[in-house]
């Protein structure tokens, strides 16, 4: 499996910082390159509005990937479980950001973009806990262009481990943080990779560049 998260919107159009934007051909792109699960819960996923995130959703469902994390069409796809099987394995996937760069979600679907909220990530991974083999989380948190995960990060990344998380998968900072095995309360491990870093960016500085 390869996970990448997008950060900016497939809305169709080019869109640069604040409000982000990427043509749809980025969806085939991910895919030629190899990539089969995509992160969209992010700051930016409502830069271009709740029609830019559907737009975003529609391009990447038209290339079926294995999974797309974290935002949604539907309320009904916001509450399905999300597994992935590979050779035998069944990985389940949930995704969270820390909000959207003050953008509301719609208040009819405040749904559609999946929020770091305790209650209900606990919620959702003891549900999502007894239906894989591999639970797996990402979070879109921390603090931009900071080489070292913030207390709030570690604090919460050891909560996802107590509450059965198997790998924690960081993102945001654009720069890359360490990564740790963090010990559960069953005294299991669970890897946590705080922040990936860039993989494509229009950043510039050395450290954005990893």
């Known amino acids: 499996m390869a996970f990448i998260n997008e950060e900016v919107p497939l809305a169709g159009e080019v869109g640069a910082y604040p409000n982000l934007s990427a043509p749809t051909d980025v969806a085939a792109a991910l895919k030629e390159t190899g990539f089969n699960i995509v992160n969209l819960a992010t700051n930016h996923s409502l830069d271009k509005g709740q029609q830019g995130l559907l737009t975003s959703l529609e391009a990447l469902d ?41 953008i509301p979600l719609p208040s009819d679907k405040p749904w559609m973009v999946s929020l770091i909220d305790e ?21 879109h948190w921390g603090i931009e262009y900071q080489l070292t995960p913030s207390d709030e990060q570690r604090a919460l990344a050891q909560q996802l481990a107590d509450w059965g998380a198997d790998i924690i998968i960081g993102t945001h900072p654009h720069v890359l943080q360490p990564m740790e ?27 954005t560049m990893l």
Do not use: W
């Open 119 to 139: 209650q209900k990530m606990e919620s959702d991974m003891a549900a999502l806990r007894p239906q894989c083999d591999v639970l797996i989380v990402s979070m």
């Open 181 to 207: 095995m963090l010990t559960r309360q069953d005294g299991g491990q669970t890897l946590c990779v705080y922040s990936l870093g860039n993989f494509v960016s229009g950043q510039h500085k050395m450290d």
């Open 62 to 102: 038209a290339k079926n990937f294995d999974a797309v994390l974290g935002c949604f069409a539907t309320e009904e796809e916001s509450q399905a479980a999300i597994i992935v099987e590979k050779q035998g394995v069944t990985f389940g996937f949930l995704s969270y950001t820390y909000g959207t760069n003050g």
